[in-house]
């Protein structure tokens, strides 16, 4: 229950910001939620109240795993390679980007992480208009294999796309919320890991949009 109590206040304390790893996590947390577990202990002891405090981190890591913290946007040269990679895959066209002025305006590239360890991948979001559909972004994710970017998933136009907790072959079953019948009723399309690559999996329904 300690160390429970010790996540639940680590994560109070940074609720949008999960840590690369336990040294990063301590590094912010030490003085606080030591000084809070000593005083928890009645003043104890010092070893102690640090243990507790690593063994938090620890298990806030465990629950942060899928997360890129801090810089979690792809450097210019990523961008530039999927870029060409869209091109290569005929998902956007060349004269289309060569008319742009820069490449970091054609996509917006996340750093994400689908499944356990240290491999990320790049969820990326069109722009108009080379990569954009009649009314939502259209959206892809890359992975970088041996210097090599391989398309995982291509998700189609979507107003957004959610990492669902679900998981399938071991990777993050993913979520493309959209709008029809002229933005007046929501849907998601689930998309599943087929252990290759990500593909169409089932529609949900959600209803009405907001507001109507």
Known sequence: MRIFGSVIYIFDREPKKPHRNVWACLAK???????????????????????????????????????????????????????????????????????????????DVTLIRLTKGKKYQFLVKGRPPCAFGARDPMWYVYENSTGKYRLIADLGAAGNVDLSNDTTHGWRDLICNYTYEAGTRLAANVFKFDGTIYKYSHTVERGKAPGL
Not at 40 to 68: E, H, P, S, W
């Open 29 to 107: 947390m030490n003085d606080s939620a030591v000084d809070r577990e000593k005083t928890l202990l009645g003043g104890g002891n010092m070893k102690i109240a640090f243990l507790i405090t690593f063994l938090g981190c620890i298990l806030l890591l465990d629950q942060t795993r899928y997360v890129i913290a801090a810089e979690n946007s792809a450097t210019k040269k990523e961008i530039s390679d999927i870029v060409n990679s869209l091109i290569k895959d005929g998902k956007i066209q060349s004269t289309c980007v060569e008319a742009q002025p820069k490449q970091s305006k054609i996509v």
